[in-house]
């Protein structure tokens, strides 16, 4: 402070000038305290400043004593009005946390002691992750061992603080975030852990603790594999061999269609796959795209699929024709005509409604039930008084059904009804539900056969007997724990109910397809057994000369030479064998109805010249022969793999 000694001032009015000062001093002190200065230096800093201004007053007051000041009255109350103003603008500005900020200046932390604070965590991980929710206390005595435990990304991390007489302040990252009272005590805060690597905990600017976050990211989805296929039966289904994965679990999988190198990127036909709750999956899904307005055109088919944090990867199938519905009814084909003329040409509705009017009318045979005549009145009514698009699509619809219902009869809507419950059943397998689920939705699937046989007496594609066996066996590996035998089983009721006139569920269905699955493996065994055969003989030829000649003499003098034919021997036993098993693999196919005699009679044939040709020594007749065996056997193979893809279900479904 600066300014001339008035000698003159009597005692008291310089004591007043004195305090006044000494005031002023303070109310700066405290209006530099609002300013959060002392959380962004040591304690030690403060208790230095507190001190000097101790000193500071206590010489104002001193010389007020003496009649010694510096500053005349007047001045000293300029200064005290000044410095209430500055302490009255910082306490503005700091706000709810001016109490809290004051108490720090009156009482400094350097000087006097507070309680020590109480920080814990709890982790909560999300429910797809799998982890149990955790806990941890951060403070006091565990600052450097703390925050080192993984946390799962998406995980809600609760900050609770106790032992403090102010709400603190939580930074989460770059967030800042306020505590909360708690009804048991103490303060709480919360946020979801995305990409957050480190949180603190902070009175004002004064850092209390600071821990850092190890997540364990949650990677996107994986689409190793989505390969489309055209089912050619006019129904309008399309497969797809999907190869999925998610390191926490897949949540949602869509497909849908755009026109090809559209720019818009407008995603059109939008249909979810029985596909979640599952961390890989590798198999065929069947859709039926029929009824979009792309049927028939050049799409991109747009495959997407999203986990349950909300991360998504998709995949693009370009230049596909999108497979359509195929009428073979008359008047199935003119509804179908009307319905996308309305779409397409909105100008023309009225014309389209009359059309609809006149099929109405039009004469048949007396075969159509009138329930047809009373859909295609409806679908006039709705065009006609059409108020929105909603009128527009629910009559589009109704012609959609209509058609449906007049090419195909219930059997169309049964095979869609049949795959959507049978896509449903797959995927509780994946999940490795409960058999008591399970047999619900088998016994769902039995129910709905029987309607629809009792609807159509005439219809001999499904053997009730026969697909009971089929739930048999389902429940059986359920029981098991063997999934991934219980799957393919309902793959092939897809293909059932895709491949009408196949006979696939229909009379001696499931055993045809057990003797083709089990010739199948048969087969491999039997070719790594003759390339092993003919391994042998390529790598011992000279040697098994001479071992030849001894099981001619039967010599078994020198023991190398009786080793090698003892080998010799086995190897012979062998081939004779193979081409018994040959033998008896046609027997088995053929009263499964597949007739092969032509192969295995050959590879039989074969196999036993072979034989006398090893015992004879005669190594390149042999060598020649196992040649043809194994040209056999593959022909054989791709007999049973064309059997195999024409009636039942790949070994990828």
């Known amino acids: 402070m600066a300014g001339l000694e008035d000698p003159t001032a009597d005692k008291k009015t310089a004591l007043v000038s004195g305090l006044l000062q000494a005031v002023s001093l ?30 500071a007053m206590i010489y104002c007051i001193m010389r007020g004593l003496m009649a010694r000041v510096r500053w005349p009255l007047r001045r000293s109350l300029k200064a005290i009005i000044l410095s209430s103003l500055s302490l009255a603008m910082a306490g503005a500005l700091a706000g709810p946390d001016s109490k809290r900020l004051l108490e720090i200046a009156v009482k400094p932390q350097g000087i006097f002691s507070y309680p020590a604070p109480e920080i814990s965590m709890m982790v909560t991980p999300p429910d797809y992750s799998g982890r149990a929710e955790f806990s941890e206390i951060l403070m006091p005595g565990n600052e450097k061992a703390s925050g080192l435990t993984p946390i799962p990304e998406g995980s809600r991390i609760t900050i609770r603080a106790a032992n403090m007489a102010y709400a603190p302040l939580l930074i989460a990252g770059k967030r800042p975030l306020h505590f909360q009272p708690s009804p048991d005590g103490g303060y709480t805060a919360a946020f979801d852990l995305t990409d957050e690597i480190s949180w603190q905990v902070r009175e004002g ?48 999988v869509s497909v849908g269609v755009m026109a090809s190198g559209a720019s818009d990127k407008a995603l059109s036909d939008r249909t979810e796959l029985a596909i979640s709750g599952i961390k890989t999956y590798s198999g065929r899904m069947y859709i039926g795209l029929g009824t979009s307005d792309f049927a028939g055109k050049l799409v991109d088919l747009i495959i997407e699929a999203r986990d349950q944090a909300g991360q998504k990867q998709t995949k693009i199938i370009s230049g596909i024709t999108l497979p359509e519905r195929e009428f073979s009814n008359p008047l199935s084909r003119q509804i179908m005509e009307i319905r996308t003329a309305i779409k397409a040409h909105p100008d023309q509705r009225k014309q389209q409604a009359r059309r609809l009017m006149a099929l109405g009318l039009a004469p048949d045979d007396g075969r159509t039930p009138a329930i047809y005549y009373m859909a295609l009145r409806t679908a006039y009514w709705r065009l006609t008084n059409a108020k929105g698009p909603d009128d527009i699509n629910n009559t589009r619809k109704i012609l959609w059904d209509l058609a449906n219902r007049m090419d195909g009869g219930e059997r169309g809507q049964f095979s869609d009804d049949m795959l959507a419950l049978l896509a449903s059943l797959k995927l509780s397998l994946y999940q490795h539900q409960d058999i008591k689920d399970v047999k619900k939705q088998l016994q769902e699937i039995d129910k709905k056969i029987i309607f629809f046989k009792r609807h159509n007496p005439m219809n001999d594609e499904y053997d009730i007997k026969e697909m009971r066996v089929l739930y048999s066996k389902i429940l059986k590996y359920l029981f098991q724990k063997k999934f991934d035998q219980a799957i393919p089983l309902v793959s092939y009721l897809e293909r059932g109910f895709i491949y009408h006139d196949r006979g696939i569920l229909s009379g001696q269905g499931y055993a045809r397809f057990k003797v083709v699955s089990l010739a199948r493996k048969q087969i491999d065994v039997l070719e790594k057994t003759q390339r092993q055969i003919m391994s042998f003989v390529f790598k011992n030829a000279v040697p098994l000369e001479v071992a030849s000649l001894i099981v001619k003499k039967n010599d078994a003098s020198d023991s190398m030479a009786a080793n090698l034919s003892n080998k010799f021997r086995n190897w012979i036993s062998i081939q004779k064998k193979l081409g018994a098993s040959v033998a008896r693999l046609g027997e088995i196919l053929e009263k499964g109805g597949i007739d092969t005699t032509s192969l295995t009679a050959a590879a039989r044939t074969l196999a036993h010249d072979t034989a006398q040709s090893m015992e004879a020594g005669d190594l390149s007749t042999a060598s020649a022969n196992q040649s043809q065996i194994m040209t056999l056997l593959k022909s054989l193979r791709k007999r049973l793999d064309r059997e195999h893809l024409y009636n039942f279900a790949r070994p990828t479904d």
Do not use: H, N
Not at 208 to 220: L, Q, R
Not at 228 to 243: E, K, N, V
């Open 205 to 252: 600017t004064r850092k209390i603790g600071e821990w850092p976050i190890f997540m364990m990211e949650d990677m996107a989805p994986i689409i190793k594999k989505a390969d489309f296929q055209q089912i050619m039966t006019g129904a309008g289904l399309f497969s797809l061999t999907l190869d999925l994965s998610d390191d926490y679990g897949l949540d949602k």
């Open 26 to 55: 303070y109310l700066v002190y405290l209006a530099l305290s609002l300013t959060d200065l002392w959380g962004l230096l040591p304690s030690a800093m403060q208790v230095i400043t507190y001190g000097l201004l101790a000193l």
